[in-house]
């Protein structure tokens, strides 16, 4: 395996154990029995009423984005849309892509990536990508890019786009360039990228470099320039994570299952990877039971799902706040009002609480956090 670069190495070693560890690793921690309130986990929390009319609001959140004047929420499943929100007062702002055939129109939407005032959509059943610019409250459609294979998820590169494809391909990973032309292919099909993570492509603002992770390979990619280098893998208690061996299942639910099954005795199916380059989240499986590794400067400790009582959110479904996305040194996540479990005993008094008291009409929130592991559980 090619050596990580050095800047790189930066990145991993600021969020490794002081304990002996493999230079270069990201080495999830042993699990900690111990039940914890999230509000002793993390700091600096700040909840932000989204405003806009029922139809204008994000019921799922896949991906989040926060630039100095933008919040886009990414839904790719259920609305299969893009919705924008002025930063400082939380408004709706029309986003111009419709659903349909035409050319500045999409079936779906599949992904989306920004890079300064420019915001790239993607359509990947329509093969398309669609660029916008804001400025001052509105964005400007520009013309689309054509893309020669079917996407699910994507990253805008200096040469051109990286992608997930879809739709039978031969290969999982593909790069094209600015014109949307195939320049190479990567990482031949297996079940191992039928379950993809929630965000598979990540901007290191640091050295501004892109990498890509998958759900089961514990390998951590470089992508650009149109070339894939795999940087070293994560490690468990010391030791690197062994990829998939055999991968040879049939492509279905059930082979999925035996797929998941063979590597129950290790850490695998990592749906949940955000940086800020200082602090990680990574959710993972291990032994069929969920994990919140969560990673700083000061301290690692590795959360079974099940011990987390979550007095941040208060979700029905969620031990942590699944993060979405970064913005400087703080992770991102949204809150459903219909998904607050207000019956819980520590939501009087809670600052989401008082979030929806004072905002009534409001039913999306965004939560932003960053995580405070040193602070003494007195839970």
Not at 129 to 141: G, H, N, R
Not at 143 to 164: C, N, S, W, Y
Not at 259 to 276: A, D, K, Y
Request: hydrophobic letters at 35%; one cysteine or more; proline letters at 5%.
């Amino acid at each position: 395996m090619k050596k990580i670069s050095k800047l790189l190495i930066v990145f991993f070693l600021t969020n490794c154990n002081q304990s002996p560890h493999k230079s270069g690793y990201l080495d999830i921690p042993p699990e900690t029995g111990e039940v914890r309130k999230v509000s002793s986990l993390v700091k600096d929390v700040t909840i932000t009423p989204l405003i806009g009319d029922l139809g204008n609001l994000p019921y799922e959140a896949d991906k989040i984005s926060v630039t100095d004047d933008l919040i886009l929420i990414g839904d790719f499943n259920f609305s299969q849309s893009l919705f924008a929100f002025d930063r400082a007062s939380g408004e709706t702002l029309e986003v111009p892509i419709r659903k349909g055939e035409g050319p500045y129109e999409v079936k779906e939407v599949d992904d989306f990536w920004v890079e300064g005032n420019q915001i790239y959509v993607l359509d990947g059943i329509g093969r398309k990508v669609i660029p916008l610019s804001y400025w001052e409250k509105t964005f400007e459609i520009e013309d689309p890019i054509r893309l020669e294979v079917l996407t699910q998820r994507f990253a805008k590169t200096k040469t051109g786009f990286v992608a997930l494809t879809g739709g039978g391909q031969d290969n999982e990973l593909v790069f094209f360039n600015k014109s949307g032309k195939v320049i190479s292919s990567h990482l031949p099909h297996s079940i191992a990228y039928l379950m993809k993570p929630l965000n598979p492509f990540h901007k290191l603002h640091s050295d501004d470099r892109t990498i890509f992770h998958s759900s089961f390979e514990p390998v951590f990619y470089q992508v650009e320039q149109g070339e894939l280098n795999p940087l070293d893998t994560l490690a468990f208690q010391g030791k690197g994570i062994q990829s998939p061996k055999n991968t040879d299942f049939v492509m279905d639910l059930d082979g999925f299952n035996q797929f998941r099954e063979s590597l129950r005795n290790q850490p695998s199916m990592f749906s949940v990877f955000e940086s800020t380059g200082k602090q990680t989240i990574l959710f993972y499986f291990y032994s069929n039971k969920s994990y919140f590794a969560l990673f700083s400067e000061e301290k690692n400790i590795s959360i079974q799902s099940e011990n987390l009582v979550n007095d941040l959110s208060f979700d029905y479904e969620v031990g942590f706040p699944i993060a979405k996305g970064v913005s400087n040194a703080k992770f991102l996540a949204s809150i459903i009002k219909e998904q607050v479990n207000q019956e819980h005993p520590n939501f009087e008094g809670s600052e989401l609480q008082k979030a929806i008291i004072a905002n009534p009409l409001t039913e999306v929130f965004l939560l932003e956090f960053s995580l405070d592991l040193k602070r003494k559980n007195s839970d």
